[in-house]
């Protein structure tokens, strides 16, 4: 039986799975980037199948301490005036956090039980068929029974493993960044979002100090994901002339050192494994734009340390988890015209349509 597993990334899937390995007899090493665990502050859900797992866990209370204290959505004009006011989707049904605190929650109940590896990230990997040879950065050599990719969209594993991310990564035209405020703001219990053709800009109270979120359709097809300067660029150029508190946003933005910036993209890959290599999480399957990435990443994470302490090994946990995520992949196009409609007839229909439907208010 495979004991010895090495997890690329120390998010929301890595700790899940980690723990999870190590409570059916297995010995996780986790590597991990930065020197610490380190998320984005956006507000994510943990819902449906993710309830189970985190109840087992232990981590309810932990999750109803971190939960944001945002209750609904009001959708305003240029001059703050409201438009609809809907019930959040998930009210009720499960925990909004931010998924570094996530993250961190997620990460103290596995600890003590799995090895750490921080400041560090593999380089090579080279499999036969009794293991994986893995070459880190900093750490010395060492061979694993399996290695898992969780190491979020832009992963390591995966390129190492399965080839270049244009390969397998789909963007979609969309691009999200977020910057917290660190202060509280005027409306706690409220999500804000204004629209205009092709763009949304947001402020989430979420959890008494908030924060701003910019989500935007655009034409750019070549950034580096770690140059926050030239996603500054792209986030101003994209706003220029935007009204309402677009101007006071992009300020904060621009000054600010905690900002997180991606497209939003769709990763489809044929096969989730190679030999003794997989990918879980956002590595396998990104499909997240309403924030149910991370309920999709800890869901997956179960199934596939389930699966391995079973027998069902790596093609059992791909059937079972690829039912939950494909109707996902299949919703992104719905996701994105209801968040930031391309045109003003969208944008009147998406209003009427929420003005109708209210969530329950």
Request: proline share 5%.
């Amino acid at each position: 039986m495979t004991k010895n597993v090495l997890i690329s990334g120390a998010g929301v899937a890595g700790a899940t799975l980690a723990y999870w390995l190590a409570r059916n007899g297995f010995k996780p090493t986790v590597v991990e980037r930065s020197d610490g665990v380190r998320s984005s502050g956006n507000p994510v859900d943990v819902l449906g199948p993710a309830l189970p797992v985190v109840e087992a866990m232990g981590v309810v209370p932990r999750l109803r301490d971190i939960t944001t204290s945002a209750k609904r959505i009001r959708l305003v004009r240029a001059d703050g005036s409201r438009i609809a006011t809907m019930r959040m989707p998930g009210a009720g049904k499960g925990f909004e956090v931010p998924r570094a605190d996530l993250a961190a929650v997620l990460y103290a109940t596995v600890r003590d039980d799995a090895e750490f590896l921080f400041d560090d990230t593999v380089t090579e990997l080279r499999q036969d068929s009794g293991g994986v040879d893995v070459t880190f950065d900093r750490a010395a050599p060492r061979r694993f029974d399996l290695v898992v990719g969780a190491d979020g969209l832009h992963s390591t594993v995966r390129r190492l493993a399965f080839g270049p991310e244009r390969d397998f990564v789909r963007p979609v035209g969309i691009f999200i960044a977020t910057t917290p405020f660190g202060e509280p703001v005027d409306h706690p219990e409220d999500v804000l979002i204004h629209n205009t053709p092709g763009r949304l800009v947001a402020i989430h109270p979420a959890r008494g100090k908030g924060g701003a979120a910019f989500i935007f359709r655009s034409a750019v097809r070549e950034f580096d994901h770690r140059d926050a300067d030239q996603h500054k660029r792209i986030v101003t150029a994209a706003y220029a002339g935007a009204g309402w508190r677009v101007p006071e946003l992009l300020d904060r933005l621009r000054a600010s050192d905690d900002v997180y910036f991606d497209a939003v993209s769709v990763v489809d890959l044929p096969s989730w494994s190679r030999g003794r290599i997989t990918l879980v999480g956002d590595a396998a399957s990104c499909v997240s734009l309403l924030g149910d990435g991370s309920s999709l990443a800890i869901a997956g994470a179960h199934t596939l340390a389930t699966a391995l302490a079973t027998g069902g090994g790596l093609a059992g946990y791909e059937t079972t988890h690829r039912a939950l995520v494909m109707p996902k992949q299949r919703g992104v196009g719905l996701a994105a015209a209801l968040l930031v409609p391309k045109t003003r007839l969208g944008l009147a229909a998406r209003d009427l349509a929420a003005r109708v439907w209210r969530g329950g208010l």
